[in-house]
């Protein structure tokens, strides 16, 4: 999941509130001691963390709670307002509309797998993309960025040597709906650099001129957004690999204090793997509230099938049912990563190898599920050693496969019923607090 540790500690922190017997003056400063800690680790700016911290000893010891809500229950709200107010408050969006989008930043920020994630992004919402390859500097580029948009089916305007000269056959010929300029960086934003990308600028005259940023690059994050918004006046950030830092809160944080929107995260190698940034569902998912919202527009992307996933959200499917959404699901992205979305889910400590289902795993086990019967596929709890050994035969594996899957099956489906599908999470004063907070569930 992005930002594990992080999101382990606030989780953490979240139970230690509600907790809490008396929420007084020695029980606050515990807590915020301990939300230091958490941000302090996952590089996040020591201002902002102690800013946080005085916002929160303030409201907590000397406001007093909305009508319906307990103390305890005002900590835990405005703790979470003020963690999404420092990443960022408001969510920044892309039209989808015809327009021009211009991608800067510095050398091994992944602004050229962004340009084939934001392709395909677009695409999957009805828009025809076309990718323009203006970083003639890093040998690699044009055929990299040629490579993605065979694989999307994306027009591909590679022509020129400069990077000017590859923008304008682009302008000229492009009759996409959308028009996305890769450009080149350097370890540093030298005058060179500079130069180029503003000429670029002046040129494409584009709608959006977005900031690529990687995570790890931390409270650095800050200095750069703002040498980029000065040069060519960015309108929004895009902060990638958060999936393999623990720097992650440092970047989003900082990037967030620059003046322009954090508008999307990178999540993963996968094309598929870029998200809308929205600070609300983002805190939502790290403190544990799940993020259903992000899981059905994820869903929609792939035909993932409602009717089924709302039976296994009821732990009311059968073996098949499994393996069909399994493999839906896998479209979606890592399966850890989708758990965090499911309120009751994200918070649970779910063993690895329910989560680690990957390629060849999946071949076995849909070869073991089409040697069963009929009624063992609807009733799993009949396969015993006898069973067993005769799936395995006819399915080319071990007697020890076909209980490994049963056992699976019957994990999630038990853990599905537990959660009940969130329904635990609709009613009484946590469901009132997590609609104020503008959590869906």
């Known amino acids: 999941m992005v930002l594990d540790k992080l999101g382990s500690s606030l989780k953490d922190t979240f139970k ?9 003056k020695e029980a606050v400063e515990r807590i915020v001691l301990d939300l230091q800690r958490s941000l302090l680790q996952a590089d996040v700016d020591v201002l902002l963390v102690s800013n946080l911290s005085k916002n929160l000893k303030e409201k907590i010891l000397k406001a007093k709670p909305p009508a319906g809500l307990t103390l305890k229950e005002f900590f835990i709200k405005t703790l979470y307002n003020e963690l999404v107010s420092f990443l960022g408050s408001e969510r920044g969006e892309l039209e989808l509309k015809k327009q021009k989008i211009l991608l800067v930043g510095l050398f091994g920020s992944g602004k050229t797998t962004t340009a084939g994630k934001l ?14 390859a ?15 948009a065979e694989q999307l089916e994306a027009k591909i305007y590679t022509e020129g040597k400069k990077a000017e000269d590859v923008a304008k056959f682009a302008l000229k010929n492009s009759k996409d709906d959308i028009l996305i300029f890769d450009t080149a960086g350097r370890n540093a934003l030298d005058k060179e650099l500079a130069d180029e990308l503003r000429n670029l600028g002046k040129l494409v005259q584009a709608d959006e001129i977005i900031l690529v940023i990687p995570a790890d690059l931390g409270q650095a994050a800050r200095k750069q957004g703002e040498e980029f918004v000065k040069l060519v ?6 902060v990638t690999k958060l999936d393999g830092t623990a720097k992650g809160g440092g970047a989003l944080s900082a990037a967030s204090v620059t003046g ?14 870029l998200e809308e940034y929205d600070p609300n569902r983002f805190v939502s998912r790290l403190i544990g509230y799940g993020d259903i919202q992000g899981l059905l527009e994820k869903a929609k992307e792939v035909g993932f099938d409602e009717k089924k996933a709302e039976k296994i959200a009821k732990g009311e ?14 479209k979606m992205g890592p399966l850890s990563s989708l758990t965090s979305m499911i309120p009751g889910l994200s918070g649970a400590k779910i063993p690895k190898e329910l989560l680690d289902v990957q390629g060849e795993k999946m071949k076995k086990w849909k070869f073991i599920i089409s040697s069963m019967t009929p009624e063992e596929k609807q009733n799993p709890e009949l396969i015993k050693q006898a069973r067993a050994q005769r799936i395995a035969r006819g399915s080319g594996s ?3 496969d076909v209980k490994q899957l049963v056992k699976n099956y019957e994990k999630i489906k038990k853990m599905m019923k537990m959660v009940g599908g969130g ?3 609709k009613r009484g004063n946590l469901a009132q607090m997590m609609k104020q907070m503008g959590v869906k569930v």
């Open 119 to 132: 392709a395909k992004w677009f695409k999957t919402r009805g828009l025809s993309v076309g990718l323009a």
């Open 423 to 425: 329904k635990g999470l």
């Open 233 to 238: 006046g960015i309108t929004g950030i895009i």
């Open 260 to 273: 322009a929107k954090v508008k999307f995260i990178g999540v993963g190698e996968k094309m598929s793997a």
């Open 317 to 330: 499917f059968t073996l098949e049912d499994f393996m069909e959404q399994i493999q839906s699901m896998q």
């Open 134 to 148: 203006c970083d003639v500097h890093r040998p690699a580029a044009k055929e990299q960025l040629k490579q993605i």
């Open 398 to 400: 071990k007697p020890e």
């Open 16 to 24: 230690k509130i509600a907790g809490l017997g008396v929420v007084d």
